[in-house]
């Protein structure tokens, strides 16, 4: 199992490295429920790490609806954590009845290629979860970040094993919201599993 540790500082992204993180997703303010980081704390993330770093672009709380100028800001922001070296994107737009914008979310997935794209949870907010997955592999999505559609994900297990089955490995699905050593073991059977891991001994947690 491969697991994703959502950092919102280099010094916490390092310490998850230590402790056996196999890949970071970099963003700030998880209080909010992660925005996109600066610039230089992305920089030094990067550079430091040996792990792949995945870069969080959302560009305020809220809903995933943008405006022109936001969307102009995310593709920007793609553009230029591109040039400092990380391994992948974690994003997404919707529509304002909580559909897949899959005009824009296509541009997100182009702009950001070869690097691996993640739509983010705004997936856990779409009305026909099922028939927007057939959509994000069409655009070519590497996976889907998710709670299953509930506050926990262990909640959402449901859901979540649907999904999977759904895919039938054209795209991963990787659990995330609420994911702790006590509940991990639940997941066993997805490949990614994503969570802040406040306390642990991540290699300790795979085995």
Known sequence: MIIEVCAESYEYALKAEKAGADRIELCKDLHLDGLTPDYETAKITIDKLNIPVFILIRPRKGDFIYSDEEFELMKQDILKFK?????????????????????????????SKPLEFTF?????????????????????????????????????????????????????????????PMTIKKFKSFSEIHGSFTKFDLNEIKN
């Open 83 to 111: 040039e400092m070296g990380c391994k992948g994107i974690v994003s997404g737009v919707l529509n304002s009845d909580n559909s897949i914008d899959l005009k824009r979310t296509k541009e997100l997935v182009e702009l």
């Open 120 to 180: 983010h949870r705004a997936f856990d907010v779409v009305s026909k979860p099922l028939k927007e997955i057939e959509n994000l592999i069409i655009l070519g999505v590497d996976r889907i970040l998710t709670s299953g559609q509930k506050e926990k994900a262990i909640n959402g297990l449901e859901l979540l094993e649907k999904l999977k089955n759904t895919s039938q490995n054209r795209i991963k699905i990787m659990p995330g919201s609420g994911v702790s």
